[in-house]
C-alpha cells in the first residue's frame, strides 16, 4: 500500500448526491487519503466524475475498480438493493472495503458478507457516520462520567417531512419494503445506532409500526405508487442497564421538529437536538447536573472535533464521514476496530428484525 490510502469509490458519480457531498470532499480533506478511482454503472458517467473529481481512473464494474494496483480502498456508496454483489466483487481482491449502511437488502444479505470479510481477514467499516459527531461522543462521555447520576430513562422522538407520500423518482425506491431502504431501515436505523451508542443497548423491546400514506405521488413524472413501507415507528423497551427506553421516528410531517432526545438520571438531565436527523449534525446540547438549578447550553470541546480546520465549521454531513475515515485508516494500519464494522451492521440489522417481529407479532422481544 502506497503512503496514502488510494481509494475508489462505486457510485461516485457526480450525479449521487451523497457521495459527491460526503465521500469526496471528506477525502479531499484528509491527509491520510487520495482519491483515485471512480465507478458508475455506465463508463462515459464514470469518466466524466473521474475528471470532475480529480480521479485517474474510471470504471464500469466494481470488481475491475477493486483489482485495480491503484486502488487500495474501495467504498460502496450506491442503492441498497446493489450492496450485496458489489462487495461481493471487491472481497476476492481482499482489499479493505467501506460500505454504506445499510450493509445488505436483509438480514441474510448483511450476515453474508460479514462472513466474507471475516474469513478473508478483511479490514471493513459500514457507514454508521452518526457515530461519529461530536455531540454524540460527547454525550456518551458524560453519562459514562455520571453526569446524570443512574440513567433512568430515555427518548428519542424524529419527525421529518420526508419519507411519507411524496418522492421524486430517484428516491421513490424508499417506499418499496423488498428494496430494503426505507424509513425503518435508513432513518430509525441511523438514529437507534446513535441513540444505544450513547445510552446502551436494548435487551428487550415491544413495537407498533403503522402506515398513513397508502400510496405515494412521484412529483416529477406526476405518478402515483404503492407503498409497502411504514412511516410510523414506535417502539417501548428496556435497556441492558436496566432504563427505559421510548423512541418514536415519523415521516411524512407537514412541519417537522427534527430530533430531540431525552435522557434522564436521578441526578441530571441531557438533551440533544438538530433540526434533521442525528447524523446530520448541527446539534444544540442542553444539560444540568447534580447542582445545576435548571437546563443551560452545553458546549461540545474542541478535543471532540477531530478533523482539519477546514471542516470544523461543517454541520456534519461532511464532519462525520471525514471522522469515520480517519479512524478507518488507523484500523487498516494497527488492526484495530474503532469505526463501525460488519459485525456491527448485521447487529443493528437483527435489532430492526426484532422492531418488525413485535409490529407484525404483538409480541415483546428479548434479546
Known amino acids: 500500500m502506497s503512503e496514502k490510502i488510494r481509494t475508489g469509490i462505486i457510485g461516485g458519480s457526480i450525479n449521487n448526491g451523497w457521495a459527491r457531498g460526503t465521500h469526496v470532499p471528506a477525502l479531499r480533506q484528509l491527509d491520510e487519503y ?36 491503484d486502488v487500495d480502498l474501495a467504498v460502496v456508496s450506491i442503492n441498497v438493493k446493489e450492496h450485496y454483489e458489489a462487495v461481493k466483487a471487491i472481497v476476492p481482491s481482499g482489499k479493505p472495503v467501506y460500505c454504506e449502511w445499510p450493509l445488505g437488502s436483509n438480514t441474510a444479505e448483511a450476515l453474508e458478507m460479514q462472513n466474507w470479510v471475516t474469513e478473508g481477514g478483511i479490514p471493513n467499516a459500514i457507514g454508521l457516520q452518526a457515530r461519529q459527531a461530536p455531540a454524540v461522543n460527547y454525550v456518551k462521555d458524560l453519562l459514562k462520567q455520571g453526569y446524570v447520576g443512574k440513567l433512568l430513562s430515555a427518548k428519542l422522538n424524529l419527525s421529518i417531512e420526508g419519507m411519507g407520500g411524496e418522492s421524486d423518482k430517484a428516491n421513490s425506491y424508499l417506499f418499496d419494503r423488498e428494496v430494503g431502504g426505507n424509513l425503518l ?9 446513535a441513540f444505544a451508542y450513547m445510552v446502551g443497548d436494548f435487551k428487550e423491546l415491544s413495537a407498533v409500526t403503522a402506515q398513513q400514506y397508502a400510496e405515494v405521488n412521484i412529483t416529477d413524472t406526476n405518478e402515483k405508487m404503492r407503498k409497502t413501507t411504514d412511516d410510523q415507528i414506535l417502539i417501548n423497551g428496556l435497556l441492558e442497564n436496566g432504563a427505559a427506553a421510548q423512541v418514536h421516528v415519523q415521516g411524512g410531517v407537514k412541519h417537522g421538529t427534527g430530533l430531540t432526545i431525552e435522557i434522564f438520571g436521578d441526578q441530571g438531565t441531557l438533551v440533544l437536538s438538530a433540526p434533521a ?38 454541520s456534519g454531513f461532511v464532519l462525520n464521514v471525514a471522522r469515520a475515515y480517519r479512524k478507518f485508516a488507523r484500523d487498516i494500519a494497527e488492526g484495530t476496530s474503532e469505526v ?27 434479546f
Open 34 to 69: 487520495e482519491l483515485t478511482a471512480v465507478g458508475t454503472s455506465r463508463m462515459e458517467s464514470a469518466r466524466q466524475s473521474a475528471e470532475a473529481f480529480g480521479a485517474a481512473h474510471a470504471f464500469d464494474r466494481a470488481a475491475d475498480l477493486a483489482r485495480h494496483p
Open 185 to 193: 431501515t435508513i432513518v430509525t436505523g441511523h438514529n437507534l445506532d
Open 277 to 314: 436527523t442525528v447524523q446530520f449534525g448541527s446539534h444544540r446540547l442542553l444539560g444540568a447536573g447534580a447542582d445545576d438549578a435548571e437546563l443551560r447550553e452545553l458546549e461540545i470541546p474542541d478535543s471532540y472535533i477531530d478533523v482539519p480546520d477546514s471542516l470544523k465549521a461543517d
Open 340 to 366: 463501525p464494522n460488519f459485525g456491527e451492521a448485521v447487529k443493528l440489522h437483527r435489532l430492526l428484525d426484532a422492531i418488525e417481529t413485535s409490529a407484525r407479532t404483538g409480541e415483546r422481544q428479548v
